[in-house]
């Protein structure tokens, strides 16, 4: 699977940005995408996650200020965030899952290239 991932950029807070991710390639069926984030200085941590069935859950501190969506047709995973916050400051990274269309034992994790966001106050 490859991903392209797109968006970012720098913002004042309290601005929005949106980033989307798409997967490309054959033989494979995605199950979970997700958003990972690593500030300066930080380990990676989880933002958001959506299942291939739509199911969604988020970090606490981007809860009710992020929106993870996607597109199954299209293979796209996007994160709308609103109310930014200086602390929300970080590379972002796209991750999916996926199985081997032929053998769904195997799986496949991939990652997206980072996309930095910047919020400034």
């Known amino acids: 699977v490859q991903l392209q991932a797109s968006g970012g950029g720098s913002v004042q807070a309290g601005g929005s940005l949106r980033l989307s991710c798409t997967a490309s390639g054959s033989g494979f069926e995605i199950t979970d995408m997700s958003w990972y984030r690593q500030a300066p200085g930080k380990g990676h941590e989880l933002v958001a996650s959506i299942s291939s069935s739509g199911s969604s859950n988020y970090a606490d501190s981007v809860k009710g200020r992020f929106a993870i969506s996607r597109d199954n047709t299209k293979n796209t995973v996007d994160l709308q965030m609103n109310s930014l916050r200086p602390e929300d400051t970080a590379v972002y990274y796209c991750?999916?899952?996926?199985?081997?269309?032929?053998?769904?034992?195997?799986?496949?994790?991939?990652w997206g290239q980072g996309i930095l966001v910047t919020v400034s106050s």
């Open positions: 991750n999916v899952k996926s199985t081997d269309a032929r053998d769904y034992s195997v799986v496949y994790e991939d």
